[in-house]
């Protein structure tokens, strides 16, 4: 974006007058979320039985591009079986509850039914216990006897102890997830975690996330990140935006990072792909983060609505236990239905937010695009109001 001077050149020939120096405010972009945007019909259309949603993931093939955030009240082994059943992905935390407890259900319980107040605290004690390496491997393997790949998820402070040790007991893919991840980290008082050097001694590929930015993400899949996550504070259950005033909204979030996964795939021949993590409750929000330029979807909330969650129809952030600074708090997102009725339907409800994948594979259809390379090829328009143009009666209104 131009500052104000360099686009009004009467402006320019002021501050030029004045002595004026140009201000930050001058210079900010635009960023466009979800709720910003609207995509654009073109010239085709296709039936949308002939819609092709498969996609991989680091030598994965899945059917439908979904994945299940590492959460606890999302992903546990049964539930990732579920949801490979279906066609998608899920992803465990590592530094979750499943691998603290041999049975994490009186915890979860707990969790779910705490009043509002007390739930902070009851958090910071249910995390407090400590990783225990063979519930890791314990859940590796019922992951595998549940049918579904191996995916895993730990923080940079973690991945260097748990990372060869999930790929010494058959993970098949290991996520560091973190707040922002960069591909250089400062620290003075420890050696951070060398992520070049963690993707070239790892057996298994190495996804990285997450981040919003060209630069970082070029860094990153430059250091060998096998996909990378996008997404600072989207999340229903995030509170990241709140408590540290960052994050880009989706949508550019998006698109920046699918620019540097072209760009790299230009340089090198290697093709990195890009996760979109959080933001996304309805279809079109869906249809919108894949025409943005992403070639995956990771939801936790829609999910943690399936009657087979673990969370009991509540939600919580994964920073959110931190006993000094929380980042994330329990939401109620209630328990809608199975896993499948939310991803493929029938939907009982007007408002997008079951058969979500549906409402993509239909969206993709009326744009004209056979398949998800095709569908990040569509028109993409400013329009901000288009959510309630026409829908007063819808709203309440006369």
Not at 70 to 90: E, K, N, S, T, Y
Not at 253 to 260: E, P
Not at 341 to 368: C, E, F, H, K, Y
Request: glycine share 12%; charged share 20%; proline share 6%.
């Amino acid at each position: 974006m131009t500052s104000t001077s360099a686009a009004f050149p009467d402006l320019a020939e002021r501050d030029l007058a004045r002595g004026r120096r140009p201000s930050k405010v001058d210079s900010i972009r635009p960023a466009y979320s979800f709720d910003d945007v609207s995509l654009a019909p073109g010239v085709e259309t296709v039936d949308p039985a002939d819609v092709d949603l498969s996609a991989e993931l680091a030598g994965i093939g899945l059917a439908m591009p979904i994945l299940a955030s590492a959460m606890d009240a999302v992903v546990d082994p049964a539930f990732a079986g579920r949801l490979a059943r279906l066609g998608g992905l899920a992803v465990l935390n590592l530094e979750g509850l499943q691998t603290r407890y041999e049975d994490a259900s009186a915890w979860l319980e707990r969790i779910a039914s705490a009043a509002d107040d007390q739930v902070q605290g009851l958090l910071a004690e249910a995390y407090g216990a400590p990783i225990r390496e063979e519930l890791v491997a314990r859940r590796i393997e019922e992951i595998h006897a549940c049918g579904s790949p191996a995916v895993v998820a730990a923080t940079p402070a973690a991945a260097r102890r748990l990372g060869p040790f999930c790929a010494e007991h058959g993970a098949d893919l290991f996520l560091v997830q973190s707040q922002v991840s960069s591909a250089r980290h400062l620290a003075a008082g420890y050696e951070p975690l060398a992520l070049s050097d963690f993707t070239r001694y790892m057996p298994i590929p190495v996804a990285v996330g997450n981040t919003t930015s060209y630069e970082a993400a070029l860094g990153l899949m430059e250091q060998g990140a096998a996909a990378v996550f996008v997404g600072v504070g989207p999340g229903a259950a995030c509170t990241t935006r709140d408590v540290l005033g960052i994050g880009v909204p989706q949508v550019t979030a998006i698109s920046d990072v699918a620019a540097a996964r072209d760009e790299h795939f230009d340089r090198t021949g290697r093709y990195v792909p890009v996760v979109a993590d959080g933001g996304m409750r309805r279809g079109g929000e869906l249809a919108k983060a894949v025409a943005a330029g992403a070639d995956l979807l990771m939801l936790g909330s829609p999910l943690a609505r399936a009657s087979e969650a673990p969370g009991r129809g509540t939600n919580w952030g994964m920073a959110a236990p931190s006993p000094t600074l929380p980042r994330g708090t329990r939401i109620r997102v209630g328990t809608v239905g199975s896993l499948e009725q939310i991803l493929l339907g029938p939907a009982s409800v007007t408002d997008g937010t079951q058969n979500l994948v549906g409402a993509l594979r239909q969206s993709m259809a009326a744009l004209g695009a056979r398949d998800l390379r095709q569908m990040q090829q569509v028109e993409i328009v400013y329009a901000p109001g288009v959510a309630t143009e026409g829908k007063a009666w819808q709203r309440g209104g006369g």
